[in-house]
């Protein structure tokens, strides 16, 4: 029985999936099962997959097609997992040689539930990776996920197998803040999530991908807050304009001129002191969502690629 169970949710991503896999391969620890799961690729992902399963035992190909990605990390984790430690990953994205390693140590505390670490963003080779994210020194709260959630995504979060299948899993109705839902309920029910300050994942980023879809992404965040408020939490006026602060940095990546500004001045209005809570993320955020209304798009991407 391996220590660790990997679930990678995939559809068409014959294009990364190869990395993703040599990610796992790399790892300092050895005792690991990656459960792919396929959820109809129409391109040579499942093939990709045969061919780094038949060299590797560890690696494996299951099918759960045309229910998306949450119902692809339900149904490996519930189903198909075998360790005791769960983690998630995304089929474009790829793990620090250390992660396994660093999550072990961890999870040596038996009070600890879940864990999760620093992520570099990147576009297209990990080596590029400029930006990391911050781990909040305080202990992870659901104000703080309701904010800008320092988890990240979906391949930060690593569990216990037994506490993710006692959370009932993720929402399979959702396909934006999924992963955020899931965390403010777990959180929420008082099981303790540690950060490391520590690289774990490399995420790739795109301006087209799932996150790009801003519009979409409200209409979930409405969901998220749905979720707090059914365990007596509700978002601080801090939490609303730290968040209103990242969805104009997200428009501005999409080079979209007027969708910054309608983020900023919410973000102010809700809280000015919370937007500048990280003053020059603040400040450069509300210069450039200003400054989009004249300048090119394309130098506002390069600065907030």
């Given at each position: 029985?391996?220590?660790?169970?990997?679930?990678?949710?995939?559809?068409?991503?014959?294009?990364?999936?190869?990395?993703?896999?040599?990610?796992?391969?790399?790892?300092?620890?050895?005792?690991?099962?990656?459960?792919?799961?396929?959820?109809?690729?129409?391109?040579?992902?499942?093939?990709?997959?045969?061919?780094?399963?038949?060299?590797?035992?560890?690696?494996?190909?299951?099918?759960?097609?045309?229910?998306?990605?949450?119902?692809?990390?339900?149904?490996?984790?519930?189903?198909?997992?075998?360790?005791?430690?769960?983690?998630?990953?995304?089929?474009?994205?790829?793990?620090h040689p250390a992660k396994?390693?660093?999550?072990?140590?961890?999870?040596?505390?038996?009070?600890?539930?879940?864990?999760?670490?620093?992520?570099?963003?990147?576009?297209?080779?990990?080596?590029?990776?400029?930006?990391?994210?911050?781990?909040?020194?305080?202990?992870?709260?659901?104000?703080?996920?309701?904010?800008?959630?320092?988890?990240?995504?979906?391949?930060?979060?690593?569990?216990?197998?037994?506490?993710?299948?006692?959370?009932?899993?993720?929402?399979?109705?959702?396909?934006?803040?999924?992963?955020?839902?899931?965390?403010?309920?777990?959180?929420?029910?008082?099981?303790?999530?540690?950060?490391?300050?520590?690289l774990h994942t490399y995420?790739?980023?795109?301006?087209?991908?799932?996150?790009?879809?801003?519009?979409?992404?409200?209409?979930?965040?409405?969901?998220?807050?749905?979720?707090?408020?059914?365990?007596?939490?509700?978002?601080?006026?801090?939490?609303?304009?730290?968040?209103?602060?990242?969805?104009?940095?997200?428009?501005?990546?999409?080079?979209?001129?007027?969708?910054?500004?309608?983020?900023?001045?919410?973000?102010?209005?809700?809280?000015?002191?919370?937007?500048?809570?990280?003053?020059?993320?603040?400040?450069?955020?509300?210069?450039a969502a200003v400054g989009?209304?004249?300048?090119?798009?394309?130098?506002?991407?390069?600065?907030?690629?």
């Amino acid at each position: 029985m391996p220590e660790f169970s990997i679930i990678i949710p995939c559809f068409n991503a014959e294009q990364t999936i190869a990395q993703t896999l040599e990610g796992f391969q790399a790892q300092t620890v050895s005792d690991w099962e990656a459960i792919c799961v396929d959820d109809g690729s129409t391109d040579r992902t499942r093939q990709v997959i045969r061919e780094y399963s038949q060299r590797d035992e560890r690696i494996r190909l299951v099918f759960n097609p045309s229910k998306g990605p949450s119902a692809a990390r339900n149904y490996g984790a519930r189903n198909l997992a075998r360790g005791k430690l769960l983690s998630f990953c995304d089929a474009d994205d790829i793990w620090h040689p250390a992660k396994l390693r660093s999550l072990q140590a961890a999870f040596a505390d038996q009070s600890v539930k879940g864990v999760f670490g620093q992520i570099a963003f990147f576009s297209e080779v990990p080596e590029d990776a400029a930006v990391v994210s911050k781990v909040p020194h305080s202990e992870l709260s659901v104000d703080i996920l309701l904010g800008e959630n320092p988890v990240c995504t979906a391949s930060n979060i690593n569990f216990r197998r037994s506490t993710f299948l006692a959370s009932g899993g993720f929402c399979e109705d959702m396909v934006h803040n999924e992963d955020l839902e899931w965390l403010v309920r777990v959180v929420g029910a008082g099981h303790k999530f540690r950060g490391l300050n520590q690289l774990h994942t490399y995420y790739r980023t795109s301006p087209e991908g799932l996150s790009a879809d801003l519009a979409a992404m409200e209409v979930s965040r409405r969901v998220v807050v749905q979720s707090a408020e059914a365990l007596g939490a509700r978002p601080s006026k801090k939490s609303q304009a730290i968040y209103s602060r990242y969805l104009a940095r997200r428009a501005l990546r999409m080079g979209s001129r007027l969708l910054p500004l309608r983020y900023v001045l919410s973000g102010l209005a809700a809280s000015p002191s919370g937007f500048f809570t990280s003053p020059r993320r603040g400040a450069l955020t509300l210069s450039a969502a200003v400054g989009v209304l004249i300048l090119p798009r394309f130098i506002i991407r390069t600065l907030f690629s």
